[in-house]
T-cell receptor, first 117, second 114 residues
Framework: GAVVSQHPSRVICKSGTSVKIECRSL??????MFWYRQFPKQSLMLMAT?????????EQGVEKDKFLINHASLTLSTLTVTSAHPEDSSFYIC?????????????FGSGTRLTVV | GNSVTQMEGPVTLSEEAFLTINCTYT??????LFWYVQYPGEGLQLLLK?????DKGSNKGFEATYRKETTSFHLEKGSVQVSDSAVYFC?????????????FGTGTRLKVLA
C-alpha cells in the first residue's frame, strides 16, 4: 500500500516549452506532497510543499512562477516547468505524507528525468 | 539549521565484504532518521528508519542505530551483494517544525563487484 505514481518517467522538450509532471497517490489521500529536484551526483533539494486546496509553499530560491504547482485534489499534485531551459534539466521527484504515518517515512514517486534541449 | 552529512563516495566493495556508510546530523529537537536507497533510474525507497535515540532500524540485512550522543546514524551490512549497488541517502525529518520536511545527505554511491 501507500503507492505514489509519478509520470512521465522521462521527458525531452524543446527550450521555451512547458512540461507538466503528475504525481498521484493511488491508495491513500495525500493532503501534502513534496517536490524535490536532484542534480546529477547531488542530493535531493526540496523545491516546494504542495497542500491540497491551497497555494504551495516554495523554498527559498525557487521561482514559483517558473515551477507551478497545483494540488487540486487529494490524490493529485502537478508540477509544471514553464518556459523550460537547459538548466532546468534534472531529475524531479515527488513524495507524499501517508496519513497515520506522520514522520515514519514518506512514499516517493519513481521520478521524472527532464531533459531540455 | 538542520543538516545531514554523509561520507563521500563512491564506495567500491567486493561481494560479501562489510559495508559502513557514515552519516552524522545536526538538528534541533528530536528528529527521525532514515536511510533511503535509489537504484539506477528509479525513485527513492525507504530502507530503514529510527525514530528515537538508541533505536536500531534494520531491513534486508542493513542496520543503523540512532546515536544521539554522537549524532550519528551509520549504515552497516555484514555481507554486501552485487544487487546492493545503488545510491544510499541518509535523511532526517524535522519534527519540531511540525512540517515533517526531509533533509537529505548528498548520497553515497555503492558499487559491489562480483
Amino acid at each position: 500500500g501507500a503507492v505514489v505514481s509519478q509520470h512521465p518517467s522521462r521527458v525531452i522538450c524543446k527550450s521555451g516549452t512547458s512540461v507538466k509532471i503528475e504525481c498521484r497517490s493511488l491508495d491513500f489521500q495525500a493532503t501534502t506532497m513534496f517536490w524535490y529536484r536532484q542534480f546529477p551526483k547531488q542530493s535531493l533539494m526540496l523545491m516546494a510543499t504542495s497542500n491540497e486546496g491551497s497555494k504551495a509553499t516554495y523554498e527559498q530560491g525557487v521561482e514559483k512562477d517558473k515551477f507551478l504547482i497545483n494540488h487540486a485534489s487529494l490524490t493529485l499534485s502537478t508540477l509544471t516547468v514553464t518556459s523550460a531551459h537547459p538548466e532546468d534539466s534534472s531529475f524531479y521527484i515527488c513524495s507524499a505524507r501517508v496519513p497515520g504515518r506522520q514522520s515514519y517515512g514518506y512514499t516517493f514517486g519513481s521520478g521524472t528525468r527532464l531533459t531540455v534541449v | 539549521g538542520n543538516s545531514v552529512t554523509q561520507m563521500e563516495g563512491p564506495v567500491t566493495l567486493s561481494e560479501e565484504a562489510f559495508l559502513t556508510i557514515n552519516c552524522t546530523y545536526t538538528a534541533t529537537g528530536y528528529p527521525s532518521l532514515f536511510w533511503y536507497v535509489q537504484y539506477p533510474g528509479e525513485g527513492l525507497q525507504l530502507l530503514l528508519k529510527a525514530t528515537k535515540a538508541d533505536d536500531k532500524g534494520s531491513n534486508k540485512g542493513f542496520e543503523a542505530t540512532y546515536r544521539k550522543e554522537t549524532t550519528s546514524f551509520h549504515l552497516e551490512k555484514g555481507s554486501v551483494q552485487v544487487s546492493d549497488s545503488a545510491v544510499y541517502f541518509c535523511a532526517l525529518s524535522e519534527t519540531a517544525s511540525g512540517t515533517y520536511k526531509y533533509i537529505f545527505g548528498t548520497g553515497t554511491r555503492l558499487k559491489v563487484l562480483a
